[in-house]
C-alpha cells in the first residue's frame, strides 16, 4: 500500500485450487473449505514448484481463507500472477524457505515466530506471527496466528517498567532530595531557585503519570454516528495558533462513521500537531482525505515535512517512542493513536509520501 491507489481493496475470496481438488476430491475439497474459510487465523495453501531435476525452486499460491486474504489485502488475482517468491522476494535464499523445503520433502512440521513489515504481491504483510507448517500433498498448509498484540504488550509493561525505574524515579528523587533539604533548614524561606526546581520535578512527574493514564485509557470508547469533518472541524479549531503560523490545512470530503468522536479527535490532533511540530522550513502543507473500500474507510493525514527514516515506521508507534530525543513529549502520542484506532476495529500505518514528508493512515470499519 504505497499509493492513494492502492489503499483501495475489494475483498473477494480467491478461485478454485486446482491441485486441492485432485488431492481431495469434490467432497474433501468442500469441507477443507468448510472448515478453514471462516476459520480465524490465516490459513494458506502453497504447492511446490519444481525443476528438471526434481528439486523444489519455489511454491505456487492454491488456497487462502479470508482471514488471510482480508488481513494481507491479497487481490483475487494474487495465485495467478505471483509465485511466493515473487510475492515475497526477501524469503528467497533464507532460512525460512529452506524449512518449507524441507517440510514438503520431509513431512517434519515447522514452528517459529516471524515479524513482518513488508509488501506482499499487491498488499501488505504487517505483524508479529506464530507461523505453523505441515505437508499438505506436494505442497504446504500454513497457519499464521497473529500474536502482534500479545508482543506488543509485552514490550509496553518492559517500557513501562523503564519508565518507572528512570524517567519517573528521577523528578520524584529530585523533589525528595530537595524536600530533605528544606527541612534541614526549617528557618530558613526556600530559595526562588530551589522552589522553581520542585515545581519543575512535580510537573515533570504529573505528566508521565497523565500520559500513562492517558494511554491505559485509550481503548475505553463510547461509539455514536459522528460526522468525520465535524471532529476534523473541532481539531482545526483547536490547533487554530500553530496552524495559523506554520501550516496550510486542506481537508477534503470525510465520512460518517460509527465512532467515539472524542477518542478520534485525539488521533487526528495528534497526527496533525506532529506534521506542524515536524516541519521543514516555516510552513508546512497538510491534506486530511478520505477514500472507501470495501470493508472500511482508510483515513490519510498527508505532509511534506522532514519525514520518517523507513527503518522506524514501525518503532514510533511504541510506547514512548522518540525519534528526535531533544523534542518535547514523552512519545505517547502515536501510541495512543494506535491504541484508539485499534480499539475501534482498524489499523494505522506510515508511509513516505510521493514528494517528500509522509502519510500517516488508519482504518475504521464501514
Not at 43 to 51: M, P, S
Not at 264 to 270: A, F, G, I, S
Not at 309 to 322: D, K, Q, V
Request: hydrophobic letters at 45%; one cysteine or more; proline letters at 5%.
Amino acid at each position: 500500500m504505497r499509493s492513494d491507489e492502492a489503499v483501495r481493496f475489494e475483498l473477494r475470496p480467491w478461485g478454485v485450487d486446482e491441485k486441492l481438488v485432485a488431492l481431495l476430491g469434490e467432497p474433501g475439497t468442500s469441507e477443507f473449505r468448510a472448515l478453514f474459510d471462516a476459520f480465524p487465523d490465516s490459513v494458506g495453501v502453497l504447492w511446490a514448484l519444481r525443476d528438471v531435476n526434481g528439486s523444489i525452486v519455489d511454491f505456487s499460491f492454491g488456497y487462502g481463507n479470508l482471514a488471510m486474504i482480508a488481513g494481507f489485502r491479497l487481490s483475487a488475482a494474487t495465485p495467478d500472477r505471483y509465485t511466493l517468491l515473487e510475492a515475497l522476494p526477501a524469503m528467497r535464499g533464507s532460512r525460512a524457505f529452506e524449512a518449507h523445503v524441507r517440510v514438503c520433502e520431509t513431512g517434519e512440521p515447522w514452528l517459529n515466530e516471524v515479524t513482518y513489515d513488508t509488501p506482499f504481491a499487491d498488499g501488505y504483510m504487517v505483524g508479529t506471527f506464530v507461523q505453523r507448517v505441515a505437508k499438505l500433498g506436494d505442497g504446504l498448509i500454513v497457519f499464521l496466528d497473529e500474536v502482534t498484540d500479545q508482543r506488543r504488550m509485552e514490550g509496553e509493561l518492559q517500557a513501562y517498567a523503564n519508565l518507572v525505574a528512570h524517567d519517573l524515579s528521577e523528578p520524584l528523587a529530585h523533589m525528595q532530595l530537595l524536600v530533605t533539604l528544606l527541612e534541614q533548614r526549617p528557618d530558613t524561606p526556600p530559595s526562588p531557585e530551589v522552589l522553581q526546581q520542585l515545581r519543575a520535578s512535580a510537573v515533570r512527574a504529573r505528566e508521565l503519570i497523565d500520559g500513562v493514564l492517558r494511554y491505559a485509557r485509550s481503548g475505553e470508547l463510547r461509539r455514536e454516528r459522528i460526522s468525520l469533518a465535524r471532529v476534523m472541524a473541532d481539531v482545526a479549531a483547536d490547533l487554530r495558533p500553530s496552524l495559523e503560523a506554520h501550516a496550510t490545512l486542506f481537508v477534503g470530503e470525510l465520512p460518517e462513521v460509527e465512532a467515539d468522536p472524542r477518542q478520534l479527535r485525539r488521533v487526528l490532533q495528534n497526527l496533525v500537531s506532529n506534521a506542524v511540530r515536524f516541519r521543514r522550513g516555516d510552513s508546512v502543507l497538510i491534506e486530511v482525505s478520505a477514500l472507501q473500500d470495501a470493508r472500511e474507510w482508510v483515513v490519510s493525514v498527508r505532509d511534506d515535512g522532514i519525514g520518517i527514516p523507513p527503518e522506524h515506521t514501525r518503532r514510533i508507534f511504541g510506547m514512548f517512542a522518540r525519534l528526535d530525543t531533544n523534542a518535547e513529549g514523552l512519545g505517547l502520542g502515536l501510541a495512543v493513536s494506535r491504541r484508539i484506532v485499534e480499539a475501534h476495529g482498524g489499523r494505522i500505518w506510515v508511509e513516505p509520501a510521493d514528494e517528500g514528508g509522509t502519510v500517516f493512515r488508519f482504518t475504521l470499519p464501514r
